[in-house]
C-alpha cells in the first residue's frame, strides 16, 4: 500500500502473519451467544475454489469469528471479538488436487487448530462442490471463490440444499449468469439463507462515512466520479502443446485471462471501482459507452484488451468514468476521485486502502502533505475483508436477515454493461443489459475433464479478442 493506506492487515497478511507463529487455542472462558448454526455452536465452511482468494477468505472468516493475533504473536480467540463462537474448516474442493493440498498446508501454519480437512473431505473435479457442500449442515457457511463461470452453479446447489454463502466477486461473466445469481437470491431469502458478497468496500468503515457526508450533502451534487486502476499487465502465453486447454483455461494462474470462465480482466480487477461509483450515486447508470484496444506488437495470448475507458451516465446526467490500462512501462494509479458541485473528495487509495477524505475546494491535492483536505473519515480499526465477514457471521449467530446477491450482481451486471461497450464499439443501456440472455458458455453446467474448451486458440496459439463494430456480448 501508499504511504497513504490503513495499518490494518489484509487477507494475504493475515496468512502470513499467522503462518510465522503456532495457534494457541485458547476458547476457556469464552461466553458464546445462541447460535443458528452446526451443532455444538461451531459454524462450519466448505472452501470451494481453493486458490489464493479462497485462502485468504479462510483467514478472514476465522477472524471474524473471533481469533486475533495476541501479543506473544500467537493466536487466541477472544470473547467481544469480531462475530464471535467457533468455526471450523471442514472440507476444500478444487479442480487441481496439488491446488488443495497447497491451501491445506498454507492454513495449516497459522490455523491449525480450525482445519479439519481430512483426505476424505478434499474433493477434486468438476462436482466437487457437491460433496464438499454436502458436508455442511443449516446454518454453516458454502465459501464460494472459483471461477466466476460457475458462481451461480455453486450459488444455485448451495441454496437447494439450505446453506448460508459466502461468494468472492465476480459473481457472472455474462447476463444469463447474473438473471441466475438474482434468482438463486431471491429462493435463500426466502429460505432466511444469509449470502455475503465479496465486495468488501462497502463494509469499509471510511467509505462509508464519506458516503453519510455525501448523502448529506456536504458535497453538494455528485456530477463526476474518475475511477482508475492501472498496473503492468497480465500477458499470457500460448497453451503448453500436450496440455489439457480446458483445465489450462481454468488454472489458477489465470483468473483474468478467458471471458467465459472470469469475466475478463475489466471486471475481474475493476468490479470494485465500478460498485464504488454505483455506491456513491446510490443509482444505476442509464447508458455506458467506452474506447478500448491493445498497444501495437502485443503479443498476449488472452481474450482481454490491455486498455478500457468506460464512461457510465446516470438519469441526472452525472457520469462515472472508469478507467484500466495493463500495460508495463506506463504510470499507473489506484484510485476513486468524486466530484460536487462544492468540493471534491478522494473516496479510495492504492490496493483498495481507505483514503477517504474531502477537499477544501473542487482540487484534489495529490501532495504528501495533504494541505488541501478539509475533513478525513476515522481510522478504521477493522479492515473491510474482516467487516464483511463479521458482518455475515453475526446475521448467522443472531438470525438476522442478510442477503447482498442482488445488490452484488447489479453491481456485476453495469460491469457487464461497461464492457460490453468497450468490446462492441456502441452504446449499451441498462435496459438492454437487464434484458439480456447471453452467455458464453452455454454448456458450462455440463463441463468436465474430457470436454473441449469453450474458446480455442488459432495456429499462434491466441484467443479471440473482442472486436468492436462485430463484437457482441448483450
Not at 185 to 195: F, H, P, R, S, T
Not at 252 to 275: K, T
Not at 367 to 396: G, M, Y
Amino acid at each position: 500500500m501508499n504511504a497513504s493506506s490503513s495499518p490494518l492487515p489484509s487477507r494475504r497478511d493475515f496468512i502470513k502473519t499467522t503462518g510465522q507463529f503456532a495457534v494457541a487455542s485458547a476458547l476457556a472462558g469464552v461466553t458464546l451467544p445462541h447460535v443458528h448454526a452446526a451443532e455444538n455452536d461451531t459454524i462450519h465452511l466448505a472452501l470451494i475454489g481453493c486458490g489464493g482468494r479462497g485462502t485468504g477468505a479462510v483467514a478472514n472468516a476465522m477472524s471474524a469469528g473471533g481469533l486475533v493475533l495476541g501479543d506473544d504473536g500467537g493466536t487466541k480467540r477472544a470473547a467481544g471479538t469480531g462475530a464471535g463462537g467457533p468455526i471450523k474448516l471442514i472440507a476444500m474442493a478444487d479442480l487441481r488436487q496439488d491446488q488443495i493440498e497447497k491451501c491445506h498446508t498454507e492454513l495449516n501454519r497459522g490455523l491449525s487448530d480450525w482445519i479439519d480437512v481430512p483426505k476424505e473431505r478434499q474433493f477434486v473435479g468438476f462436482e466437487a462442490y457437491r460433496h464438499a457442500i454436502d458436508c455442511l449442515k443449516p446454518g454453516d457457511v458454502a465459501m464460494l471463490t472459483t471461477f466466476s463461470g460457475f458462481r451461480a452453479i455453486h450459488l444455485e446447489y448451495a441454496v437447494e440444499k439450505g446453506i448460508n454463502v459466502f461468494m468472492e466477486k465476480e459473481f457472472a461473466p455474462d447476463p444469463a449468469g447474473i438473471r441466475r445469481i438474482i434468482k438463486a437470491g431471491e429462493a435463500a431469502e426466502k429460505k432466511n439463507l444469509k449470502i455475503a458478497a465479496g465486495l468488501m468496500c462497502r463494509h469499509s468503515s471510511a467509505r462509508q462515512a464519506l458516503i453519510e457526508k455525501i448523502r448529506a450533502g456536504a458535497m453538494g451534487d455528485i456530477n463526476l466520479i474518475r475511477a482508475y486502476r492501472m498496473d503492468p499487465g497480465y500477458h499470457l502465453g500460448p497453451c503448453p502443446r500436450g496440455e489439457n486447454e480446458l483445465l489450462w483455461q481454468l488454472a489458477p494462474g489465470h483468473p483474468y485471462q478467458f471471458l467465459w470462465a472470469s469475466g475478463g480482466i475489466i471486471i475481474e480487477l475493476m468490479i470494485h471501482q465500478i460498485d464504488e461509483c454505483f455506491w456513491i450515486k446510490d443509482a444505476w447508470p442509464v447508458s455506458a459507452h467506452g474506447v478500448g484496444g491493445r498497444y501495437a506488437g502485443s503479443t498476449d495470448c488472452s481474450q482481454n484488451l490491455d486498455s478500457y475507458s468506460i464512461e457510465f451516465t446516470f438519469a441526472d446526467g452525472s457520469t462515472a468514468l472508469v478507467t484500466g490500462r495493463y500495460i508495463p512501462g506506463c504510470f499507473n494509479d489506484f484510485a476513486t476521485f468524486v466530484h460536487g458541485t462544492k468540493c471534491a473528495a478522494k473516496f479510495s487509495g492504492n490496493i483498495h486502502a481507505p483514503d477517504s477524505w474531502m477537499y477544501k475546494d473542487s482540487r484534489v491535492d495529490l501532495d504528501k502533505d495533504r494541505a488541501n483536505v478539509a475533513w478525513r473519515a476515522p481510522k478504521e480499526t477493522v479492515n473491510p475483508w474482516q467487516a464483511e465477514w463479521d458482518a455475515l457471521l453475526s446475521a448467522i449467530r443472531n438470525d438476522r436477515p442478510h442477503n447482498e446477491a442482488r445488490r452484488a450482481a447489479l453491481s456485476n451486471l453495469g460491469a457487464i454493461m461497461g464492457r460490453a461497450a468497450v468490446h462492441s464499439g456502441k452504446i449499451v443501456t441498462w435496459d438492454e443489459a437487464m434484458a439480456s440472455n447471453f452467455q458464453f458458455c452455454p454448456n458450462v453446467a455440463q463441463l468436465n475433464a474430457d470436454s473441449p474448451a469453450p474458446v480455442q486458440a488459432d495456429a499462434q496459439g491466441r484467443y479471440p479478442a473482442p472486436i468492436p463494430g462485430k463484437t457482441v456480448e448483450i
